[in-house]
Each structure stands twice: as C-alpha cells, then as structure tokens.
T-cell receptor, first 113, second 106 residues
Framework: EAGVTQFPSHSVIEKGQTVTLRCDPI?????LYWYRRVMGKEIKFLLH????????ESGMPNNRFLAERTGGTYSTLKVQPAELEDSGVYFC???????????FGPGTRLTVT | QKEVEQNSGPLSVPEGAIASLNCTYS??????FFWYRQYSGKSPELIMS????GDKEDGRFTAQLNKASQYVSLLIRDSQPSDSATYLC??????FGAGTRLTVKP
C-alpha cells in the first residue's frame, strides 16, 4: 500500500510569488491534515479535512493560505502571495475515518527568498 | 505555557539502557495521546497511541499516561543506536511538542 505522498519535495520561490503544494493521502483515508514546521519550532497544525469538508481550519495563519480537497481525495495548499515567514516544512498526514493515528508524508520544504 | 511541553534534550543513554521521554500537556480534557519518532530530515513516524490511564506496551516501547497529572511518557527498553532520533509527543493527534532528541551511544 502506498503511503502519503507530497509534491514537490522542495520549492524555492521569491517573496510575493504563489506556490501550490499537493498531498495524496493513503487510499481510503477520509481524514487529511496539513501541518507546518518552522526550523527550531514544533510542528504546527494548519487544518483538517474529513473527506472534502474542512473540519477544523483554526491553525491556518491568514487568508494568504488556501486549502482545498475537491472530491475528497488529494489536497492542495496554496500560498498567495508568499512571505518570508512562510518558509518551513509543510507536512501532510492522513488517517482512517474515526481514527486519530496519522501517517505522515515526506513533507515539502518551502523556502521563500 | 505551551500546550504540549517536552524536554528538548539532547538525552543521551548507553546502548541497552532504558530511555525515558516525558511530555506534559495543558488541556485537561485531552483524551488521546501519541508518540512519534522522527529521524533527521525525515517525516514523523507513529510509534504508539494511548487513550487510558496506565501503561501500554508494544515490544520495547511502553507508553504511560496519567491524566490527573496531565503527563504522558515513553519508555524505550534495551535502547539501540537505531533508536537515536527526535521523539514527538502529540495530544489529540494535532498538538505537538517540540520533541526530545535522543542519542543512544554504542
């Protein structure tokens, strides 16, 4: 069974540009989570999808971040326009319905210059 | 006060010893607790979950939960150099501590 995949693995963009990160959860996992880890800090929750619905988006930092999960399969996280403080590793995780144990993807390292 | 607190370490133990990793949390109503292992440059990997007070054992790992004290710990018996990693405590699945770096010396 394939694990959680994320694309791209690395992205370097300039301040003001737009970046879209993609996450493909484990097949059949209804729950999909986005996290961000800034260097030296703890992993911070961004939001949680149950199928295509946003269950909890309390961790989204501001309206420059937009997450979607059309059709309840893969998800995208768009940052527009990117700021320097958006740099970090963005992790996606998924879990089965009703289960809190999460499986993490490899992460996308975003660098905003 | 941070929501989930862990000693950052580094914690160093000799091979074969017991490593003890601790975590405290602030939200008294929390019900689910998780330990993840993260190797440098890699993503977190789930080790164990615990929901009830007491001990839960899985191989060389034992998770301990005390909800009254808002404390959860992870014991690693017979520590191996391959256990050297950062261990992350997560509460309710989504609130993470900063992690404790463990080094097991041969």
């Amino acid at each position: 069974e394939a694990g959680v995949t994320q694309f791209p693995s690395h992205s370097v963009i300039e301040k003001g540009q737009t970046v879209t990160l993609r996450c493909d959860p484990i097949s059949g996992h209804d729950n999909l989570y986005w996290y961000r880890r800034v260097m030296g800090k703890e992993i911070k929750f961004l939001l949680h999808f149950v199928k295509e619905s946003k269950q909890d988006e309390s961790g989204m930092p501001n309206n420059r971040f937009l997450a979607e999960r059309t059709g309840g399969t893969y998800s995208t996280l768009k940052v527009q326009p990117a700021e320097l403080e958006d740099s970090g590793v963005y992790f996606c995780a998924s879990s089965q319905e009703g289960i809190r144990e999460q499986y993490f993807g490899p992460g996308t390292r975003l660098t905003v210059t | 006060q941070k929501e989930v607190e862990q000693n950052s370490g580094p914690l160093s133990v000799p091979e074969g010893a017991i490593a003890s990793l601790n975590c405290t949390y602030s939200d008294r109503v929390s019900q689910s607790f998780f330990w993840y292992r993260q190797y440098s440059g890699k993503s977190p990997e789930l080790i164990m979950s615990i929901y009830s007070n007491g001990d839960k054992e899985d191989g060389r790992f034992t998770a301990q939960l005390n909800k009254a004290s808002q404390y959860v710990s992870l014991l690693i018996r017979d520590s191996q150099p391959s256990d050297s990693a950062t261990y992350l405590c997560a509460v309710e699945g989504v609130r993470f501590g900063a992690g404790t770096r463990l080094t097991v010396k041969p």
